[in-house]
Each structure stands twice: as structure tokens, then as C-alpha cells.
């Protein structure tokens, strides 16, 4: 388990090989969330940029955001294998994000990362800040399952069972900071995402 300082809980990187186990498709993932090509998109908390890589060719220009410089070069290599240049990669705290990128954008996505902030409403201000009038925030989210009901490759996977959310209980924590819900879609096997509108 991560127990870093400033990361949040459950949210560290799979051992190699169940990524694309789960998420066979990444750019369609990043369809049905929504995002348009050609729009300014930040990857926050980006990990090993499984999403970013794709997110570079669909995105009009990408900004990366992790804590942890190691997982931004892991993503800078996926990046690049793509031949995508539109990607800048910014390391710190996601709750400083306004300071981070401070040019607003069109999407803020969260991928599999919600269920461990600690202070889910004061991220969830950190992004409405960080976009643009009409801009939405997506949070892709484990579903409220028990761990050992969400196997990947015969093992159970995903972040412990207390950790994970409802839709429901993602509503409630990012509703507060001026943001509506704009739809549920389901991301399966195990996921749903939830996509906000400023």
C-alpha cells in the first residue's frame, strides 16, 4: 500500500501486465467519458499515463499531473511512443492544481484515483478552478464491490473494499464545489464514470 506523503490511499500504480488486462481499450474509455478532440485536457493524478498516451491523440494539448516525478517519466515514454508532442507533464499536489496549470481548461479526468482523496471537496474546488466556464470534470471510479469480486488475471484487484465508491457517494463529494452531475456511464467490467459540468 502507498503510504507516501501527500498520496492519496489506494491509488498506487498495478504491478506490470494487469493494466491492459482491464483497460484493453484506453481511447475508447476516453470516448465514452466524453472528451472532444481538440480540447485542453489535464490528466490529473496520471499515474503511468495509460490514459495520457491516448488522451495526447485525441486532445488538442495535454497537461499531466502526478506527485510522483518517476510515474510522469514512465508517461513522457508512452507519450512519446505515440509520436504526440501536445503534452507538457507537471509534477506536484493535485489540490494545488490552479497553481500547477494556471491557464483554465476544457476537461480535468481523474482515473481511478477518487476513492483515496482525503478531502475530496477541496479537490474537487482545485478543479472547478482549473476550468473553463462549461468545462467538465470526469472521475473514473472502481465500482462499490468487495475487492474479491473484482478479479483481474484470477487475483482479486482494485483498491480494498472501504475505499471504493458509489456513484452516489461521488456525487455527494464533488457536487459541493459548483459542479453537476451530467451522466453516469458505465465502464465495464468494474467501472462507471462520473462526469461533472462547471
Known amino acids: 500500500m502507498n503510504e507516501r506523503i501527500g498520496f492519496f490511499?489506494?491509488?498506487?500504480?498495478?504491478?506490470?501486465?494487469?493494466?491492459p488486462v482491464l483497460w484493453p481499450d484506453p481511447a475508447g474509455v476516453l470516448v465514452a467519458m466524453g472528451i472532444e478532440r481538440g480540447s485542453?485536457?489535464?490528466?490529473?493524478c496520471c499515474?503511468?499515463?495509460?490514459?495520457?498516451?491516448?488522451?495526447?491523440?485525441?486532445?488538442?494539448?495535454?497537461v499531466a499531473v502526478d506527485l510522483d516525478p518517476k510515474f510522469l517519466d514512465?508517461?513522457?515514454?508512452r507519450v512519446t511512443a505515440t509520436g504526440a508532442t501536445n503534452c507538457a507533464?507537471?509534477?506536484?499536489?493535485?489540490?494545488?492544481?490552479?497553481?500547477?496549470?494556471?491557464?483554465t481548461v476544457d476537461y480535468v479526468l481523474m482515473g481511478n484515483a477518487f476513492h483515496g482523496v482525503p478531502e475530496p471537496a477541496r479537490l474537487a474546488e482545485a478543479v472547478r478552478g482549473a476550468l473553463k466556464p462549461g468545462g467538465h470534470f470526469g472521475v473514473i471510479n472502481w465500482h462499490k464491490r468487495p475487492r474479491e469480486e473484482t478479479p483481474v488475471s484470477g487475483e482479486p484487484?482494485?483498491?480494498?473494499?472501504?475505499?471504493?465508491?458509489?456513484?452516489?457517494?461521488?456525487?455527494?463529494?464533488?457536487?459541493?464545489?459548483?459542479?453537476r452531475l451530467a451522466r453516469i456511464v458505465e465502464l465495464p467490467p468494474y467501472h462507471y464514470g462520473a462526469i461533472f459540468a462547471r
Open 89 to 103: 507533464f507537471v509534477a506536484g499536489d493535485a489540490y494545488d492544481l490552479t497553481a500547477l496549470v494556471p491557464r
Open 9 to 19: 490511499q489506494g491509488t498506487e500504480m498495478p504491478t506490470a501486465g494487469w493494466w
Open 157 to 179: 484487484r482494485g483498491p480494498r473494499t472501504e475505499l471504493r465508491l458509489s456513484p452516489e457517494e461521488t456525487i455527494a463529494r464533488v457536487t459541493p464545489a459548483g459542479l
Open 74 to 77: 514512465m508517461a513522457q515514454v
Open 40 to 44: 485542453d485536457v489535464i490528466d490529473l
Open 47 to 62: 499515474g503511468d499515463g495509460w490514459f495520457t498516451a491516448p488522451l495526447a491523440t485525441i486532445a488538442g494539448h495535454v
